[in-house]
Protein backbone atom coordinates (compact mmCIF):
# COMPACT_ATOMS: atom_id res chain seq x y z
CA UNK A 1 0.00 0.00 0.00
CA UNK A 2 3.04 2.59 0.52
CA UNK A 3 4.41 2.23 -2.79
CA UNK A 4 0.66 3.05 -4.39
CA UNK A 5 0.25 6.12 -1.78
CA UNK A 6 4.13 7.02 -3.27
CA UNK A 7 3.53 6.29 -6.74
CA UNK A 8 0.21 8.73 -6.58
CA UNK A 9 1.65 11.36 -4.54
CA UNK A 10 5.21 11.34 -7.24
CA UNK A 11 2.67 11.38 -10.38
CA UNK A 12 0.50 14.28 -8.38
CA UNK A 13 3.64 16.15 -8.00
CA UNK A 14 5.61 15.96 -11.66
CA UNK A 15 1.92 17.19 -12.70
CA UNK A 16 0.92 20.08 -10.46
CA UNK A 17 4.27 21.40 -9.38
CA UNK A 18 4.41 23.96 -11.12
CA UNK A 19 0.83 25.37 -10.69
CA UNK A 20 0.83 25.11 -7.27
CA UNK A 21 3.94 27.05 -6.43
CA UNK A 22 2.49 30.37 -7.50
CA UNK A 23 -1.31 29.66 -5.24
CA UNK A 24 1.30 30.18 -2.25
CA UNK A 25 1.33 33.88 -2.09
CA UNK A 26 2.93 35.63 1.16
CA UNK A 27 -0.02 38.81 1.86
CA UNK A 28 2.35 42.02 1.24
CA UNK A 29 1.65 44.83 3.73
CA UNK A 30 0.86 48.47 3.28
CA UNK A 31 -1.57 50.02 0.89
CA UNK A 32 -1.06 49.23 -2.87
CA UNK A 33 0.19 52.82 -4.58
CA UNK A 34 -1.04 52.74 -7.75
CA UNK A 35 -1.33 56.20 -10.58
CA UNK A 36 -2.70 55.44 -13.48
CA UNK A 37 -3.92 57.67 -16.22
CA UNK A 38 -5.51 57.42 -19.58
CA UNK A 39 -8.66 58.48 -21.76
CA UNK A 40 -11.08 55.93 -22.93
CA UNK A 41 -13.33 57.05 -25.74
CA UNK A 42 -15.90 54.41 -26.54
CA UNK A 43 -16.42 55.46 -29.85
CA UNK A 44 -14.59 55.58 -32.80
CA UNK A 45 -15.49 57.38 -36.15
CA UNK A 46 -19.23 56.95 -36.57
CA UNK A 47 -18.75 54.96 -40.20
CA UNK A 48 -16.17 52.50 -39.03
CA UNK A 49 -18.03 51.92 -35.74
CA UNK A 50 -20.96 50.90 -37.39
CA UNK A 51 -19.02 48.47 -39.72
CA UNK A 52 -17.17 46.86 -36.49
CA UNK A 53 -20.80 46.56 -34.88
CA UNK A 54 -22.00 44.76 -37.79
CA UNK A 55 -19.25 42.47 -38.62
CA UNK A 56 -19.07 41.83 -34.55
CA UNK A 57 -22.29 41.20 -34.62
CA UNK A 58 -22.88 38.42 -37.34
CA UNK A 59 -19.86 36.94 -35.80
CA UNK A 60 -21.61 36.65 -32.03
CA UNK A 61 -24.62 35.62 -34.09
CA UNK A 62 -23.25 32.52 -36.63
CA UNK A 63 -20.36 31.89 -34.50
CA UNK A 64 -20.87 32.00 -30.62
CA UNK A 65 -18.00 35.14 -30.34
CA UNK A 66 -18.41 37.14 -27.68
CA UNK A 67 -19.18 41.03 -28.00
CA UNK A 68 -16.15 43.52 -28.06
CA UNK A 69 -15.70 46.48 -26.29
CA UNK A 70 -13.72 49.04 -27.95
CA UNK A 71 -10.63 50.69 -25.86
CA UNK A 72 -9.38 53.72 -26.72
CA UNK A 73 -5.87 53.68 -26.09
CA UNK A 74 -3.38 55.79 -23.93
CA UNK A 75 -0.93 56.25 -21.12
CA UNK A 76 -1.11 55.20 -17.33
CA UNK A 77 0.97 53.64 -14.77
CA UNK A 78 1.62 50.08 -14.67
CA UNK A 79 2.73 47.93 -12.01
CA UNK A 80 2.47 47.60 -8.06
CA UNK A 81 4.96 48.74 -5.62
CA UNK A 82 3.30 46.20 -3.31
CA UNK A 83 4.27 43.10 -5.11
CA UNK A 84 7.64 42.16 -6.03
CA UNK A 85 7.39 41.42 -9.91
CA UNK A 86 5.13 44.35 -9.95
CA UNK A 87 7.69 46.74 -9.43
CA UNK A 88 8.14 49.45 -10.44
CA UNK A 89 5.37 51.38 -11.69
CA UNK A 90 6.33 52.33 -14.57
CA UNK A 91 4.37 54.75 -17.65
CA UNK A 92 3.43 52.96 -20.73
CA UNK A 93 1.49 53.61 -23.59
CA UNK A 94 -1.24 51.17 -25.70
CA UNK A 95 -2.68 51.70 -28.52
CA UNK A 96 -6.05 50.87 -29.02
CA UNK A 97 -7.75 47.66 -29.52
CA UNK A 98 -10.93 45.55 -29.06
CA UNK A 99 -11.75 43.41 -26.14
CA UNK A 100 -14.22 40.76 -25.65
CA UNK A 101 -16.45 41.96 -22.87
CA UNK A 102 -16.57 38.97 -21.01
CA UNK A 103 -14.34 35.98 -20.60
CA UNK A 104 -14.82 33.03 -22.83
CA UNK A 105 -17.41 31.22 -22.16
CA UNK A 106 -18.22 27.27 -22.02
CA UNK A 107 -20.96 28.04 -24.79
CA UNK A 108 -18.28 29.45 -26.81
CA UNK A 109 -15.45 27.19 -26.49
CA UNK A 110 -17.55 24.34 -27.31
CA UNK A 111 -18.14 25.98 -30.65
CA UNK A 112 -14.69 26.14 -31.13
CA UNK A 113 -14.32 22.52 -30.37
CA UNK A 114 -17.25 21.28 -32.74
CA UNK A 115 -15.74 23.39 -35.48
CA UNK A 116 -11.89 22.25 -35.15
CA UNK A 117 -12.64 18.94 -33.00
CA UNK A 118 -9.29 20.36 -31.41
CA UNK A 119 -8.30 18.06 -27.81
CA UNK A 120 -7.21 20.41 -24.74
CA UNK A 121 -4.02 19.56 -23.42
CA UNK A 122 -6.21 17.76 -20.01
CA UNK A 123 -7.35 15.80 -22.39
CA UNK A 124 -4.40 14.60 -24.32
CA UNK A 125 -2.73 11.45 -23.47
CA UNK A 126 0.40 11.90 -21.19
CA UNK A 127 4.02 11.60 -22.68
CA UNK A 128 5.79 8.89 -20.47
CA UNK A 129 9.16 10.34 -21.24
CA UNK A 130 8.08 13.65 -19.49
CA UNK A 131 7.32 11.11 -16.15
CA UNK A 132 10.23 8.58 -15.99
CA UNK A 133 9.70 5.72 -13.65
CA UNK A 134 6.01 5.43 -13.52
CA UNK A 135 3.82 2.82 -14.65
CA UNK A 136 2.31 3.83 -17.92
CA UNK A 137 -1.31 2.14 -16.14
CA UNK A 138 -1.11 5.66 -13.62
CA UNK A 139 -0.22 8.33 -16.59
CA UNK A 140 -3.73 9.30 -16.39
CA UNK A 141 -5.01 12.69 -18.66
CA UNK A 142 -6.26 15.33 -16.37
CA UNK A 143 -5.61 18.44 -14.51
CA UNK A 144 -5.76 20.17 -11.07
CA UNK A 145 -8.84 20.90 -9.10
CA UNK A 146 -9.72 23.19 -5.74
CA UNK A 147 -10.49 20.39 -2.99
CA UNK A 148 -11.70 22.40 0.06
CA UNK A 149 -10.64 20.76 2.80
CA UNK A 150 -13.32 19.63 5.63
CA UNK A 151 -11.57 21.59 8.10
CA UNK A 152 -9.06 24.52 8.70
CA UNK A 153 -5.36 23.96 7.86
CA UNK A 154 -2.60 25.39 7.56
CA UNK A 155 -1.60 27.46 4.44
CA UNK A 156 1.90 26.17 4.18
CA UNK A 157 0.53 23.68 2.00
CA UNK A 158 -1.33 23.81 -0.63
CA UNK A 159 -1.86 19.93 -1.29
CA UNK A 160 -4.13 19.99 0.89
CA UNK A 161 -6.54 22.32 -1.66
CA UNK A 162 -5.36 21.25 -4.27
CA UNK A 163 -5.53 17.87 -6.24
CA UNK A 164 -4.75 16.18 -9.50
CA UNK A 165 -8.16 14.94 -10.55
CA UNK A 166 -7.80 12.60 -13.73
CA UNK A 167 -10.56 13.18 -16.04
CA UNK A 168 -10.83 16.55 -15.32
CA UNK A 169 -11.19 18.87 -18.19
CA UNK A 170 -12.98 21.96 -19.65
CA UNK A 171 -16.02 19.64 -20.04
CA UNK A 172 -15.51 17.71 -16.91
CA UNK A 173 -14.11 20.66 -14.79
CA UNK A 174 -14.26 18.87 -11.66
CA UNK A 175 -13.78 15.29 -12.78
CA UNK A 176 -15.70 12.54 -14.85
CA UNK A 177 -18.96 13.02 -12.78
CA UNK A 178 -18.78 16.79 -13.26
CA UNK A 179 -20.34 18.93 -16.13
CA UNK A 180 -20.57 22.40 -18.00
CA UNK A 181 -24.36 21.44 -18.99
CA UNK A 182 -26.41 24.58 -17.47
CA UNK A 183 -23.49 26.38 -16.89
CA UNK A 184 -22.96 27.38 -21.02
CA UNK A 185 -22.32 30.86 -20.01
CA UNK A 186 -19.93 30.08 -17.03
CA UNK A 187 -16.42 30.92 -18.08
CA UNK A 188 -14.73 27.95 -19.48
CA UNK A 189 -11.80 26.53 -17.32
CA UNK A 190 -9.31 24.11 -17.18
CA UNK A 191 -7.73 25.65 -20.26
CA UNK A 192 -4.00 26.04 -20.28
CA UNK A 193 -2.39 28.90 -22.71
CA UNK A 194 -1.58 26.55 -25.50
CA UNK A 195 -5.69 25.92 -25.61
CA UNK A 196 -6.53 30.05 -25.21
CA UNK A 197 -4.24 30.67 -27.56
CA UNK A 198 -5.75 27.88 -30.44
CA UNK A 199 -9.27 29.49 -29.42
CA UNK A 200 -7.70 33.12 -30.29
CA UNK A 201 -6.28 32.23 -33.89
CA UNK A 202 -9.71 30.08 -34.78
CA UNK A 203 -11.90 33.44 -33.43
CA UNK A 204 -9.73 35.57 -35.41
CA UNK A 205 -8.57 37.08 -32.29
CA UNK A 206 -5.50 37.11 -30.25
CA UNK A 207 -4.93 36.88 -26.40
CA UNK A 208 -4.06 39.93 -24.78
CA UNK A 209 -0.79 41.54 -23.76
CA UNK A 210 -0.24 42.03 -20.10
CA UNK A 211 -0.08 46.26 -20.63
CA UNK A 212 -3.58 46.01 -22.50
CA UNK A 213 -5.04 43.85 -19.90
CA UNK A 214 -3.96 46.35 -17.00
CA UNK A 215 -5.14 49.11 -19.21
CA UNK A 216 -8.81 47.94 -19.80
CA UNK A 217 -8.95 46.30 -16.23
CA UNK A 218 -8.00 49.95 -14.35
CA UNK A 219 -10.87 51.94 -16.83
CA UNK A 220 -9.45 55.21 -15.92
CA UNK A 221 -9.07 54.68 -11.95
CA UNK A 222 -6.28 56.09 -10.59
CA UNK A 223 -4.37 54.91 -7.42
CA UNK A 224 -7.33 52.31 -6.66
CA UNK A 225 -6.54 49.71 -4.19
CA UNK A 226 -9.14 47.60 -6.83
CA UNK A 227 -10.03 47.71 -9.97
CA UNK A 228 -13.64 49.16 -9.52
CA UNK A 229 -11.82 51.93 -6.59
CA UNK A 230 -10.65 51.86 -2.88
CA UNK A 231 -13.07 50.19 -1.34
CA UNK A 232 -14.07 46.47 -1.06
CA UNK A 233 -17.31 46.45 -0.87
CA UNK A 234 -18.92 49.80 -1.76
CA UNK A 235 -22.28 50.15 -0.68
CA UNK A 236 -22.33 47.13 0.73
CA UNK A 237 -22.25 45.33 -1.97
CA UNK A 238 -19.56 42.57 -3.73
CA UNK A 239 -18.05 43.73 -7.03
CA UNK A 240 -16.36 40.68 -7.96
CA UNK A 241 -16.40 36.99 -7.48
CA UNK A 242 -13.77 35.75 -4.75
CA UNK A 243 -13.40 34.10 -1.75
CA UNK A 244 -15.17 35.07 1.58
CA UNK A 245 -15.14 33.38 4.51
CA UNK A 246 -12.47 30.91 6.28
CA UNK A 247 -9.70 29.97 3.45
CA UNK A 248 -9.58 27.34 2.22
CA UNK A 249 -12.28 25.41 4.42
CA UNK A 250 -15.03 27.38 4.18
CA UNK A 251 -16.44 29.66 1.92
CA UNK A 252 -19.67 31.97 3.24
CA UNK A 253 -20.30 33.07 -0.19
CA UNK A 254 -21.58 36.33 0.65
CA UNK A 255 -20.99 36.78 -3.35
CA UNK A 256 -23.51 33.99 -3.84
CA UNK A 257 -20.86 32.07 -5.90
CA UNK A 258 -19.11 28.60 -4.87
CA UNK A 259 -16.92 28.49 -7.94
CA UNK A 260 -17.19 30.34 -11.34
CA UNK A 261 -19.76 32.96 -12.16
CA UNK A 262 -22.40 33.42 -15.09
CA UNK A 263 -20.96 35.95 -17.00
CA UNK A 264 -21.74 39.38 -16.93
CA UNK A 265 -22.79 38.61 -12.51
CA UNK A 266 -21.13 41.76 -11.52
CA UNK A 267 -21.13 45.47 -12.52
CA UNK A 268 -19.11 46.31 -15.79
CA UNK A 269 -16.29 48.86 -15.37
CA UNK A 270 -16.28 52.08 -16.92
CA UNK A 271 -14.96 50.47 -20.07
CA UNK A 272 -18.25 48.10 -20.14
CA UNK A 273 -15.98 45.08 -19.51
CA UNK A 274 -17.09 42.51 -16.93
CA UNK A 275 -14.77 40.24 -14.41
CA UNK A 276 -11.68 41.98 -14.75
CA UNK A 277 -11.03 41.06 -11.40
CA UNK A 278 -11.93 37.74 -9.63
CA UNK A 279 -14.30 34.86 -11.14
CA UNK A 280 -11.05 33.20 -13.01
CA UNK A 281 -7.62 34.17 -14.05
CA UNK A 282 -7.00 34.99 -17.71
CA UNK A 283 -4.45 34.30 -19.78
CA UNK A 284 -2.33 36.86 -21.16
CA UNK A 285 0.64 36.92 -24.27
CA UNK A 286 3.44 37.88 -22.13
CA UNK A 287 6.39 35.48 -21.28
CA UNK A 288 6.46 35.87 -17.24
CA UNK A 289 9.65 37.29 -15.69
CA UNK A 290 9.61 39.07 -12.32
CA UNK A 291 12.52 41.66 -13.52
CA UNK A 292 10.50 42.48 -16.16
CA UNK A 293 8.98 45.86 -15.59
CA UNK A 294 12.40 47.05 -14.45
CA UNK A 295 13.31 47.16 -18.32
CA UNK A 296 9.69 47.05 -19.92
CA UNK A 297 9.38 48.86 -23.07
CA UNK A 298 7.38 52.34 -22.60
CA UNK A 299 5.24 51.96 -26.01
CA UNK A 300 2.53 48.71 -26.12
CA UNK A 301 5.02 46.15 -24.47
CA UNK A 302 4.75 43.00 -25.26
CA UNK A 303 6.55 41.62 -22.88
CA UNK A 304 9.99 39.88 -22.27
CA UNK A 305 11.30 37.58 -25.29
CA UNK A 306 12.33 34.89 -22.90
CA UNK A 307 10.79 33.42 -19.81
CA UNK A 308 12.27 33.08 -16.17
CA UNK A 309 11.01 32.32 -12.70
CA UNK A 310 13.37 31.61 -10.36
CA UNK A 311 10.67 29.43 -8.03
CA UNK A 312 11.18 26.94 -11.32
CA UNK A 313 14.30 27.56 -13.63
CA UNK A 314 13.82 26.22 -17.08
CA UNK A 315 10.22 26.55 -16.74
CA UNK A 316 7.95 28.30 -19.62
CA UNK A 317 5.57 30.79 -18.14
CA UNK A 318 3.48 33.19 -19.45
CA UNK A 319 1.50 36.04 -17.27
CA UNK A 320 -2.04 35.70 -15.74
CA UNK A 321 -3.92 38.47 -14.57
CA UNK A 322 -7.18 39.32 -12.87
CA UNK A 323 -7.15 36.61 -9.73
CA UNK A 324 -9.99 34.20 -9.56
CA UNK A 325 -12.97 32.84 -6.82
CA UNK A 326 -9.97 31.35 -4.82
CA UNK A 327 -8.37 35.12 -4.28
CA UNK A 328 -8.55 35.79 -0.69
CA UNK A 329 -7.12 38.38 2.17
CA UNK A 330 -6.29 35.59 3.76
CA UNK A 331 -4.10 33.63 0.87
CA UNK A 332 -3.91 35.30 -2.33
CA UNK A 333 -4.70 38.68 -2.96
CA UNK A 334 -3.52 39.12 -6.55
CA UNK A 335 -6.53 40.33 -7.13
CA UNK A 336 -5.82 43.79 -6.49
CA UNK A 337 -5.19 46.04 -9.11
CA UNK A 338 -1.51 46.18 -11.04
CA UNK A 339 -0.62 42.41 -8.86
CA UNK A 340 0.42 39.43 -11.49
CA UNK A 341 -0.23 36.05 -12.05
CA UNK A 342 1.66 32.86 -13.86
CA UNK A 343 1.61 29.46 -15.23
CA UNK A 344 3.71 26.86 -16.62
CA UNK A 345 2.15 27.08 -20.63
CA UNK A 346 1.07 23.56 -20.56
CA UNK A 347 -0.79 23.68 -16.71
CA UNK A 348 -4.45 24.26 -16.23
CA UNK A 349 -6.98 24.42 -13.62
CA UNK A 350 -10.47 24.81 -12.36
CA UNK A 351 -10.18 28.50 -12.18
CA UNK A 352 -8.18 29.70 -15.20
CA UNK A 353 -9.60 30.72 -17.91
CA UNK A 354 -9.27 33.95 -20.63
CA UNK A 355 -10.56 36.63 -22.48
CA UNK A 356 -9.69 37.95 -26.17
CA UNK A 357 -8.82 41.06 -28.27
CA UNK A 358 -8.52 42.02 -31.65
Not at 11 to 20: D, E, H, K, P, R
Not at 82 to 97: A, G, I, L
Not at 254 to 276: C, H, I, K, V
Not at 280 to 300: G, I
Amino acid sequence: MKWLILLVSCVTALIFTSFIRYNKVTKPAGIPLFRSAGKHVECAPLSKKREKIKYLSSLTQDNGYAEMKLIHGGSYAMGSEDFEDSKPVHRVHVNDFWMDEHEVTNAQFEMFVKATGYTTVAERPLDPGDYPGVPLEKLVPGSAVFTPPSKKVSLDDPMQWWSYVPGANWRHPLGPSSTITGKENEPVVQVCYTDAEAYAKWAGKRLPTEAEWEYAARAGTKNATYYWGNELKPGGKWMANIFQGSFPDHNIMEDRFQTTAPAESFPANAFGLYDMEGNVWEWCSDLYRPDYYQRSKTDNPRGPADSYDPDEPGTIKHVQRGGSFLCSDDYCIRYKAGSRGKGETGSASNNLGFRCVK
